[in-house]
Every structure is written in structure tokens, then in C-alpha cells.
């Protein structure tokens, strides 16, 4: 069974740098492109960013230049590295892919920007 499972958020003033973890299980890693979503409180879900199996990377405007997907296929493990965070990027913040074109998602991590 596809499980992903977030960590690494937290409490972070603006500024400020944090660093997610996506530990994936269950399907073979190396071959998924794998994403970052995220749920701002009374938002709707948003894309972040975007990795391919070939290490391909696209990113929403707004994190641009300050945000950085990456994986580690040896660890089973996508990153969201996040730079000069400002409190509206406060949002739980997912990790997804699709297999045989169903979505899945883990639970999420919570990232509060505030000073």
C-alpha cells in the first residue's frame, strides 16, 4: 500500500528557513513524480512544487527562488527546503503522488510562520 508520511514542520519566525520530509513507502520511489501541495487556513489546496523521476523541477510562482524540491531515491524521500518564509506561506503542507492515475496524499505537516 502507497503510504507518505510529512515531516519537519513546526513553529518558524518570518525569515526563517525549514526543511520537509516526505518518507515514502509501498511502490517504487525512483520511478514517481512526486509533489508538494499545501492548505492555508480557509484556502483551497494549492500546487507547490513538482518533481520527476528524472529530477525535473517546477515550482508556483510565488515560491519561486525561495523554495527547493528535491529526492533522495536511496532513502525514499522527497524534500521541500523553504527560504525566507513569510507568514503567509503558514499552511499544512502535503506530500503527493499519482500510481496508475490515483492520487495520493499523506497526512500532511503543519508550518506556522510567525514572529
Known amino acids: 500500500q502507497v503510504q507518505l508520511v510529512e515531516s519537519g514542520g513546526g513553529l518558524v519566525q518570518p525569515g526563517g528557513s525549514l526543511r520537509l520530509s516526505c518518507a515514502a513507502s509501498?511502490?517504487?520511489?525512483?520511478?514517481?513524480?512526486m509533489s508538494w501541495y499545501r492548505q492555508a487556513p480557509g484556502k483551497e489546496r494549492e500546487l507547490v512544487a513538482t518533481?520527476?523521476?528524472?529530477?525535473?523541477?517546477k515550482y508556483a510562482d510565488s515560491m519561486k527562488g525561495r523554495f527547493t524540491i528535491s529526492r533522495d531515491n536511496a532513502k525514499n524521500t522527497v524534500y521541500l527546503q523553504m527560504n525566507s518564509l513569510k507568514p503567509e506561506d503558514t499552511a499544512v503542507y502535503y506530500c503527493?503522488?499519482?500510481?496508475?492515475?490515483?492520487?495520493?496524499w499523506g497526512k500532511g505537516t503543519l508550518v506556522t510562520v510567525s514572529s
Open positions: 503527493r503522488t499519482t500510481r496508475l492515475g490515483m492520487p495520493y
Open positions: 509501498g511502490f517504487t520511489f525512483s520511478s514517481y513524480v
Open positions: 518533481i520527476t523521476d528524472t529530477g525535473n523541477t
